[in-house]
């Protein structure tokens, strides 16, 4: 919470009614702030400016400031976007003012988190919030993208049952929701823990604690209505609490006294130079080469797992020209892109080569009448020149 430092402030109201004066409020004590009561914009709220009013109001009966008891010397109003700890929050001095608007537009197709306290020239009361709303516009449903992912990353460890899955939306709007595919199985045929936002929010927790020590396949589709758009790529993380110990590097020395040994990512070390290739053959285009000795993290691979795909290069490659220190099957599978076409040259006819002879009689040596290498069907005359069969 901000600390303020303010002279103190006497503020006197004079409210008469029927020929009658009631008391004039003071400044609250510190001991006398409530945590206001966020009003508008509601929870999950779409606001149509990109300048909204924030308000509140007093939430104990008890003291309805700043009417008869007491008054907060002013305000303190946080603000921030979901994906970012910035406060572009401020002030609002005045206990008779409860409402605020910021001082620049906020980003459009955007979720924001808001809170407010009172304060008094001795301190802040308590916090209420955070108070979640999005900015507009929508999205047409009609154009639709896939979402990117944020975290957890792919290939990663996590060390929670209950990990918060994180996506961002390309353009600056709001799909009406999100569907999260969630499954043990890449093809996502086991459905149980999927789910949906139910509003614009770029963030969501597994309806039920995931298994510890298993990998886990992830995507996000934006929806509108009953339509459903592209789903995102597809990424995996791994549960691990702290007691799981896969994958083991090929040597493994134990440590004695007995402690928590952490997981090793996969990982591809290649014995001799090789090529990173865009797919799972050697048809592909090379993407790029490594060195003998060097290594690269592994986080999927082909059906049969006879190639690895690295992220980090988005290429794959052939298991046989190193070492892998993980089991292929365990990765998520990465089907490869379809074959680029051959170039045009690599489709046309060849060129036909003009003959080196016309007829018969350009052989000029018996033996070359012989060979009638053009096939004009040739023999050679008493003459002693080449001429045709009759």
């Known amino acids: 919470m901000k600390k303020h430092l303010l002279p103190f402030l006497i503020l006197v109201i004079s409210v008469s009614l029927s020929g009658c004066n009631l008391p004039s409020p003071t400044t609250c004590t510190t001991g006398e702030l409530v945590a206001p009561a966020q009003t508008s914009p509601a929870m999950w709220a779409v606001v149509g400016s990109l300048s909204p009013t924030l308000s509140w109001e007093s939430t104990d009966s008890s003291v309805p400031y700043p009417y008869d008891s007491c008054f907060p010397s002013g305000y303190n109003v946080s603000l921030r976007l979901a994906t970012s700890s910035f406060d572009i929050g401020g002030d609002n001095y005045g206990g008779y003012n409860r409402d605020w ?85 890449s093809s996502f045929a086991d459905t149980s823990l999927s789910g949906g936002t139910g509003n614009p929010s770029t963030s969501w927790f597994p309806g039920s604690d995931l298994t510890n020590c298993t990998w886990y396949y992830w995507r996000v589709a934006p929806i509108n209505g009953t339509t459903l758009g592209p789903f995102s790529i597809t990424r995996n993380f791994m549960v691990n609490t702290g007691s799981c110990l896969y994958p083991l590097p090929d040597v493994f020395i134990p440590i004695e006294p007995l402690i928590t040994i952490p997981p090793f990512l996969p990982e591809f070390i290649f014995d001799l130079n090789g090529n990173c290739r865009i797919g799972d053959s050697q048809l592909y285009p090379v993407r790029t080469s490594f060195l003998a000795g060097q290594a690269i993290p592994i986080i999927g691979r082909n059906e049969h797992g006879s190639w690895l795909y690295t992220g980090k290069d988005e290429c794959f490659v052939s298991i046989a020209i190193g070492k892998f220190n993980g089991d292929p099957n365990l990765l998520p599978l990465i089907d490869s892109p379809p074959l680029p076409e051959p170039p045009p040259e690599a489709t046309k006819k060849p060129t036909r080569v003009p003959p080196s002879y016309n007829s018969c009689s350009d052989y000029s040596t018996q033996d070359l009448c012989k060979q009638d290498p053009e096939g004009f069907g040739c023999y050679w005359g008493q003459n002693n020149v080449c001429v045709p069969l009759q």
């Open 101 to 185: 608007t910021p001082a620049s537009p906020l980003a459009p197709g955007s979720e924001y988190h808001w809170g407010v306290n009172a304060f008094s020239p001795t301190g802040d009361g308590p916090y209420a919030g955070d108070r979640v709303f999005f900015t507009g516009p929508m999205c047409a449903t009609g154009a639709l993208l896939a979402p990117l992912l944020n975290n957890p990353g792919n290939g990663t460890i996590v060390n929670t049952v209950q990990p918060l899955l994180t996506w961002d939306y390309p353009n600056p709007c709001l799909p009406q929701g999100y569907r999260i595919d969630l499954s043990t199985d």
